[in-house]
């Protein structure tokens, strides 16, 4: 870090107006306070401060708090007066990730907005100059607004001043409902279109106001979707009170937007148990579903998730679901970066809801038909029932028969002996038999109705633990990770460190074929039976990305060799690559960074949509297309052939330092031969053809120039000990080098 800070100092005396020009295209869209808040948040978002932190340099004093930690407010203040002490580098910051500008981009933009709508809470729209971007928010939310929202002033109809209360964004959503149905006259329909007018104006303010910041950032994309969203309860729970973002260590960090209020809730019409029957209230979903497609295109699409309201007791956890494969990531107890493994220090995980809600379930079918559960209790009783209609049958057939007995007479004392003592206590018995039978019923009737309720319990429970697998995915995609890099099977990536993942361009018909896929954002309940649901909100960013645009250096060198030769006099780097070559000289310093040297002669070449690619099978010409000799020439210098004419030059950075160098040609045959007889050898061997050999010299010569050039950089970037170690580094790689040509290879020094 000193090295390049030093560098910087050294480049901008040595070039001056390059470096300047260089460095301060931020300026014509930025104001001071922007740069300001934009600096402030890029040092304390980690993954801000990895990716891009040295891009922005303070040259003003350091300012400590007590404990010696640095006051980012105060630095704010320092800046916002002088505007000049920042230094934002914005020709190295397109070269990032594009889901790290969108982040920064998006926090722009989220503060942006939290400043805006706080400003007309205070009538200081017009006082703050935000008459411009209000408007632009009002028109969006005006269009979705139902009837109701709206009253009649000065001849016009404008927001209930009411409906603006909810515009307030420290408020949750509990607080907007319980505001709007303060609006007794309104359907619980009409309060759900406000929310939902809102969330859309939110979104959609924010997603423009992103792009634009990523665009000026330096960011390139045809496809630029942003979105907030938030799952849970709806009220100001860890998530949403702390109300900042967590770093790497678990630390909170001040001075980010409030998120309160601006990640919007998907929100449902529930039957309202507390009151009187069919009484409907306003609730918002415990997750949100966001339905997306791929860029199609050819490209790659990149998905950068970015997590707020993190809360370390619960795993937060974001599912990516493609034709039925899921590819779930969950949060650590140590930070809100996501990532496919699911360990997690504590029990708060959705898999630990879900086996809960399971063994509820074991737990139930034991109740319901266990050894000593409902269905044993029903039957031990319906024994008892059938014994007792059997004892009372019995007892009123005796009954009976004492009742048919005739009457005896004793002679001597003229009396009769009816049995009547005994027939009473036989009525007395059955009696008893029959109330107890009532009572044996009455046992099984319960039981029955205790099983029913366990089974439409468990069928309940059944159902959620479906939902549940449903939401989590139920296919997952088996990975392999290696330094934060998880490939899935399915080539699909995704990158701890800056938290992309992207989908490969797809296979299915054509790579240019869109492809739908959802992204779930799960809450995680306090327990599995519980209705309270902690806050979490999630920033989607998804942008089409072409390979290699995230290399420090890219040379594109469009038809710079003359007709049938390889002799290249132009300098191949410009005062703007200066700093990318830094950087890869700082690589080439550090020993656990492996160097891979790839260089390609790869023959004709063919245009995919954004770059020139080799062409398989190529079909070459005698010449270019014309009846005369000018149309030829106009042909020969068209755009759809001066760009197949092109050679790419990449160094990419990313966990190794790969140098790349690719050339091509036009399809139209050349004479070119090769002088190296060792060339000329594998060339009739391998039938190769005249444009591959051309592009194999063309590669070697950008190779052979651009390791001189870089070795008079070394000399003077480096000091002399560095300078040494890169140099005797590059040279040793270069000797050892091969290009790739067809399905063979030359050497080096067969040149």
């Known amino acids: 870090m000193n090295r390049f800070l030093i560098f910087c100092f050294l480049f901008c005396s040595i070039f001056g107006k390059e470096f300047s020009n260089l460095v301060a295209q931020e300026d014509y869209f930025l104001t001071p306070q922007d740069k300001a808040y934009l600096f402030h948040t890029v040092r304390k978002s980690p993954i801000l401060e990895q990716n891009i932190g040295r891009y922005f340099h303070y040259a003003g004093p350091e300012i400590l708090l007590p404990n010696g930690e640095v006051n980012y407010d105060s630095i704010e203040l320092k800046i916002i007066n002088q505007p000049e002490l920042l230094i934002i580098m914005s020709e190295e910051i397109r070269k990032a990730p594009k889901g790290i500008l969108a982040e920064a981009a998006n926090k722009q933009a989220v503060w942006e907005l939290n400043k805006l709508l706080h400003a007309k809470r205070k009538n200081n729209i017009d006082k703050e100059g935000l008459s411009y971007d209000y408007e632009n928010f009002e028109r969006v939310i005006i269009s979705r607004l139902p009837t109701v929202a709206f009253k009649q002033k000065g ?48 979104n959609h303010w924010v997603e423009n106001r992103a792009f634009s910041i990523f665009q000026k950032l330096g960011g390139e994309a045809d496809t630029f979707i942003n979105v907030l969203t938030a799952a849970g309860d709806g009220s100001t ?37 507390n009151k009187k029957k069919g009484k409907e209230k306003l609730e918002p979903m415990r997750y949100s579903i966001l339905d997306f497609e791929t860029v199609g ?67 139930l079918e034991e109740k319901i038909s266990g050894k000593k559960g409902f269905d044993y209790k029903i039957a031990y009783f319906e024994k008892k029932k059938s014994d007792k209609l059997l004892q009372i049958d019995k007892t009123e057939k005796e009954l009976n028969d004492m009742r048919m007995r005739p009457i005896v007479t004793n002679d001597k004392k003229l009396k009769t002996k009816s049995g009547g003592k005994a027939r009473r206590k036989k009525q007395e018995a059955v009696v008893a038999y029959y ?71 797809s296979k299915k018909d054509s790579a240019w074929q869109k492809e739908p896929f ?37 040379l594109i060198l469009e038809d710079v060799f003359a007709s049938n030769s390889f002799e290249l006099s132009n300098p191949l780097f410009q005062p703007k690559d200066s700093l990318s070559v830094v950087e890869f000289f700082e690589a080439l310093l550090r020993k656990d960074l492996s160097f891979n040297l790839i260089m390609r002669g790869a023959g004709v070449g063919k245009w995919n949509g954004y770059r020139t690619v080799a062409d398989r099978s190529a079909q070459e010409v005698v010449s270019y297309i014309g009846k005369t000799s000018e149309e030829r020439s106009k042909n020969r210098e068209s755009e759809e052939m001066k760009r197949l004419r092109v ?90 080098g091969t290009i790739y040509v067809g399905r063979t290879s030359f050497k080096w020094k067969d040149f």
């Open 435 to 505: 109330n107890q039978l009532a009572a044996i019923k009455k046992k099984i009737k319960e039981l029955q109705e205790q099983k029913q309720r366990a089974i439409e319990l468990m069928q309940q429970k059944e159902r959620q633990v479906h939902h549940m697998l449903d939401l989590i995915g139920r296919n997952w995609v088996p990975f392999k990770e290696k330094d934060g890099l998880y490939i899935f099977e399915d080539s699909t990536t995704f990158d701890l460190y800056t938290q992309e993942f992207t989908f490969p361009p």
């Open 297 to 363: 295109g050819n490209k790659q699409t990149n998905i950068h998730l970015d997590v707020w309201g993190y809360n370390s007791e619960k795993q937060t956890t974001v599912v990516i679901e493609k034709n039925a494969k899921a590819y779930p990531l969950f949060g650590s107890t140590e930070s809100r970066f996501l990532s496919p493994d699911s360990t997690f220090g504590g029990s708060g995980t959705y898999y630990t809801m879900i086996n809960r809600v399971k063994a509820d379930i074991v737990d």
């Open 647 to 736: 050679s790419y030059v990449d160094i990419s950075l990313n966990r190794a330092i790969q140098l790349e160098v690719n050339s091509f040609t036009d399809p139209v045959t050349t004479n070119f031969v090769a002088p190296s007889k060792v060339i000329q050898e594998k060339v009739a061997s391998y039938k190769l053809t005249g444009n591959q050999v051309l592009s194999a010299y063309r590669t070697y010569t950008i190779a052979k120039k651009m390791q001189q050039e870089l070795n008079v950089l070394a000399g003077m970037y480096l000091s002399r000990e560095d300078a040494k170690k890169v140099i005797d580094r590059m040279n040793k790689k270069f000797q050892k």
């Open 155 to 202: 001849g016009g109809m404008i927001i209930h001043p009411k409906v603006e209360n909810i515009f307030n964004p420290n408020l949750s959503f509990n607080e907007k409902v319980a505001m709007l149905e303060g609006f007794g006259n309104w359907t619980v329909q009409d309060r759900k279109q406000v929310l939902d007018a809102m969330n859309y104006a939110i």
């Open 237 to 273: 729970t860890s998530g949403l009170f702390e109300e900042r973002e967590k770093d790497e260590k678990g630390r909170w960090n001040r001075g980010l937007p409030k998120a309160v209020g601006l990640f919007p809730y998907f929100s449902e019409i529930v039957i309202d148990e």
């Open 518 to 554: 959802e992204i779930r954002l799960i809450a995680i309940p306090y327990s599995h039976v519980s209705n309270q649901v902690d806050e979490v909100m999630l920033h989607v960013n998804i942008v089409d990305v072409r390979p290699k645009y995230d290399a420090k250096v890219q």
